[in-house]
C-alpha cells in the first residue's frame, strides 16, 4: 500500500482585477467625498470674500462719503439761508454786525463745498452727482452776483434803503438756489438707499454663504457617515456573517464583498483559504482513512511478525537442535568407522546447525526491539553498563580487556535494551582487538539537549569507506572463519539508539582503533541543563 504524497499546496490564484466603478478603495471613497466638501467650502468661502468686498465698499461709500456728503449739503443750505437773511437785514440796516454774518455764511458755504468736493471722488458714478453739485456752486454764485454783491455795493455808496429793485432778482436766483439744494438732497438720498441696498444685500449674502458652509460641512458628514455605512461598516457586517457561518460549521459557505476594493481583496483571499482548508481537509481525511487502513494492514502484519517470531523461536529451533544433536551422536557412536572427510562434514553441518541457531536468535531479538517489553523509564545508564559487563566477564578475563567509562548520565531509556547496546558495542571491540590487551573506554558529553555517548577502543578499526555500510543488517567486512557472527550486532545497536531518539555513526577523525558515538535525549529538568 502506497504512501500518501503530503506536498506543499500551490499558492492562491491571482484575485481578478476590481472594477473602477463597483469597487472603489475605502480611501478613493472619503477623497471623492473631501474634494466635493472642499469645492463647496471653497465657494462657500469665495462668496463670502466677495460679499465681505462688497459689503465693505458699501459700508465705506455710505458712511465715509454718501452721508458726510448729505452733512455738508445741509451745510450748505444753512450757509445760504443765513447769506440771504444777513444780506437782507444788511440792505435795510446798513449794521455791520449783518455784513459781517453774511460773510461768515459765504465762509461757511465755501468751506462746506470744500468738503464735499473732497468727497466726490467716493461718490458712486452715475448718479449725476458732480453735475448737481456744480449747478448748486452756479446757483449760489449767481445769487450772489446779482442780488447780494449789489446790495452789498449800494448800501456802501448810498446807505441802507428798500430792496424793491432787487427783489425780482432774489427771488429768482434764491429759488434757482434752493431747487438745486432740493435736487442735490434728492440725488444723495438716493445715493444713500443705494448705498444701504447693497450694504443689506451684502449681509444677506454672506448670511446666505455661512449657512451654505454649514449645510456643507452637515453633508459632509452625512454623506461621510453613509460612506462609512456603505464602504465600510455593511461590508464588514456582511463578511462577519459570512465568517460567522463559516465558524459555525458551514465550510461550503462563500466569503465575499463587493466593495469597497480592499475588502473585496480580503474576502477574496479568505475565501481562497477556506477553499484550500476544504480541499486540505478533504485530502487528510482520505490520507486518515488510508492511515487506518495501513495501521490496520501493519497491525496484522505485526501478528504474523510475532506468530512467526513464535514459530523460529520454538518450532524452528527444534529440529535445528535435533540436526545439531543427532549429528553429534553420529559422530561419537561410528567414529572409529568415520574417515577424516567424513568427520569434516558432520562438523560442517554441526556448525551450520548452530550458526543458524545463532542467526534466528539475533533476529528474534532483532525485531523485538521497542515491540516486545520497550517501556522506557527513568534510569541511570551506568548500571545499563555494569550489567553489559557482567554478562561478558568471561570474556574479558581470557582477552586482558581494561573497560573504564565517565560519569554515566540517567535518561529515560529501556535497562534491557541498553544493556544489549553497551553489551554489543564492548563485543565488538573484544572481537576485533589487536595483538595489544584490548582497552576500551565509554565516554560521555553533553551536547545542548542531548547526551553524546562514546565507545572508543585500540582495535584494528574500521576503514572510513565503509562507516554507513557496517551499520545494515546482514553486511560483514570479514569473512565467517576469521571473526565469527552473523553481521547483525551494529544494526541492532542503530535500531535501539533510534528507538531511544537519537542517532549512531563511527567517528571517522580518530587515527586508531574504532570509535562509536550515539546520542540519547537529556531528561527534563536535567540539573546539567
Known sequence: MSVPDITTPPPLPPLAPSGRDSRLPVGRWFLLAGAGVLVIFVIALGAILLALSTTYDARRTLVDAVDPAALQTLRVARAVQAQEGAIRGYGLTGEQQYLDSYRQGVAEEQSAKDAIAKLVPDLPQGYGVRRQIRELSDATTAWRRDYAEPVVTRTLTSGPGPLTDLAKH???????????????????????????????????????????????????????????RRAVTSPISQLTRQVRAVAAGDFDHELGVERPAELWELSGHIDGMRRRIMTEWQSSVEARQQLAEQTEELKRSNRELEQFAYVASHDLQEPLRKVASFTQMLEQRYADRLDDRARQYIGFAVDGARRMQLLINDLLDFSRVGRVGGEREEMDTGDALAAALRNLDSRLSETGATVTNDDMPKILGNRTLLTQLFQNLVSNALKFRSEDPPRVHIGVRRNGDMWEF????????????YADRIFLIFQRLHPRDVYPGTGIGLALCRKIVEYHGGRIWLDTNESAGATFRWTMPALLGDPDD
Open 170 to 228: 432774489n427771488l429768482q436766483r434764491f429759488s434757482a438756489v434752493r431747487t438745486a439744494l432740493d435736487e442735490q438732497q434728492a440725488v444723495l438720498g438716493r445715493l444713500h438707499d443705494v448705498a444701504r441696498d447693497r450694504l443689506y444685500s451684502g449681509w444677506n449674502t454672506i448670511y446666505w454663504a455661512v449657512a451654505a458652509l454649514a449645510g456643507a460641512m452637515v453633508l459632509a458628514i452625512v454623506f461621510c457617515a453613509l460612506i462609512v
Open 454 to 465: 562514546s565507545c572508543a577502543d585500540n582495535g584494528i578499526g574500521v576503514d572510513a569507506k
